[in-house]
């Protein structure tokens, strides 16, 4: 059969570690997701709700929202998603990949009304994110589908599924990741005769030294997605595409 290919998406396809969150920006936050404050107020939040640290970063991110007067609603949260930059060759390089029957998921914990708003949604058979449910005005009150670290994992096993691999074998999948939150999504596809791959684009030896510790890293490299870059060929050559 013919290549399934799971992406991360921030900091795999982004040149951002974290989400671009511009609403937190309009809601006085500066450098949004990157600010020390709010990384800060998710710690605290996690640890004073006993809750899941992405859980905690939604909580904080909701709260700011609408102490600054805006409505939590899908056009408000994903502000900026149709302008996002990407890593260099990303857009080239997944139209030279599309061309090749290859299928293309991307698998994120950050929120679907964003993902699916960005240039690159169309090259994806399916993106895989966090959803929500709605009140009657349309504002967002709940979560319909979470995703983070460790349920990843039942995502690729729905993907396996969806191409009517029952049996979990993922000698047809790659899984392309840049940090410890693709840990999980890395084992497992590795200890299913997959290939993952790890990319940065600045190399942090804590996390280098965690994954080859636990060796289920197949190739580590930039995350340049341009022609004739390490990572380009080296996919090229797994989908055995000339």
Same mark, same amino acid.
């Given at each position: 059969?013919?290549?399934?290919?799971?992406?991360?998406?921030?900091?795999?396809?982004?040149?951002?570690?974290?989400?671009?969150?511009?609403?937190?920006?309009?809601?006085?936050?500066?450098?949004?997701?990157?600010?020390?404050?709010?990384?800060?107020? $998710? *710690? @605290?939040? !996690?640890?004073? +709700?006993? &809750?899941?640290?992405?859980?905690?970063? =939604? %909580?904080?991110?909701? /709260? #700011?929202?609408?102490?600054?007067?805006?409505?939590?609603?899908?056009?408000?949260?994903?502000?900026?998603?149709?302008?996002?930059?990407?890593?260099?060759?990303?857009?080239?390089?997944?139209?030279?990949?599309?061309?090749?029957?290859?299928?293309?998921?991307?698998?994120?914990?950050?929120?679907?009304?964003?993902?699916?708003? $960005? *240039? @690159?949604? !169309?090259?994806? +058979?399916? &993106?895989?994110?966090?959803?929500?449910? =709605? %009140?009657?005005?349309? /504002? #967002?009150?709940?979560?319909?589908?979470?995703?983070?670290?460790?349920?990843?994992?039942?995502?690729?096993?729905?993907?396996?599924?969806?191409?009517?691999?029952?049996?979990?074998?993922?000698?047809?999948?790659?899984?392309?990741?840049?940090?410890?939150?693709?840990?999980?999504?890395?084992?497992?596809?590795?200890?299913?005769?997959?290939?993952?791959?790890?990319?940065?684009?600045?190399?942090?030896?804590?996390?280098?030294?965690?994954?080859?510790?636990?060796? #289920?890293?197949?190739?580590?490299?930039?995350?340049?997605?341009?022609?004739?870059?390490?990572?380009?060929?080296?996919?090229?050559?797994?989908?055995?595409?000339?």
């Amino acid at each position: 059969m013919n290549k399934i290919i799971i992406y991360d998406f921030d900091g795999t396809l982004t040149p951002y570690a974290l989400p671009k969150l511009e609403i937190l920006e309009k809601s006085g936050l500066e450098d949004d997701a990157y600010n020390p404050q709010f990384l800060e107020l $998710t *710690k @605290i939040r !996690s640890k004073e +709700k006993n &809750i899941d640290l992405y859980k905690a970063v =939604y %909580d904080i991110l909701f /709260e #700011i929202v609408k102490n600054a007067g805006f409505k939590l609603t899908d056009e408000n949260l994903s502000l900026g998603y149709d302008n996002l930059e990407y890593n260099t060759g990303v857009i080239e390089y997944l139209n030279m990949i599309s061309k090749n029957n290859i299928s293309n998921y991307l698998l994120s914990s950050g929120m679907k009304i964003c993902l699916d708003k $960005t *240039k @690159i949604a !169309s090259y994806f +058979k399916e &993106i895989y994110a966090t959803t929500f449910t =709605y %009140d009657h005005n349309n /504002e #967002i009150d709940g979560f319909e589908i979470f995703i983070d670290d460790k349920n990843k994992v039942t995502i690729i096993k729905e993907i396996l599924k969806k191409n009517d691999i029952d049996n979990e074998d993922c000698s047809d999948v790659i899984y392309i990741g840049d940090g410890v939150s693709d840990f999980y999504a890395m084992e497992y596809i590795k200890e299913h005769g997959g290939t993952s791959i790890f990319v940065r684009n600045d190399f942090n030896i804590k996390d280098i030294n965690f994954f080859k510790e636990k060796s #289920i890293v197949d190739f580590y490299t930039e995350a340049d997605f341009s022609e004739n870059s390490k990572l380009y060929n080296y996919v090229k050559k797994l989908c055995k595409i000339k």
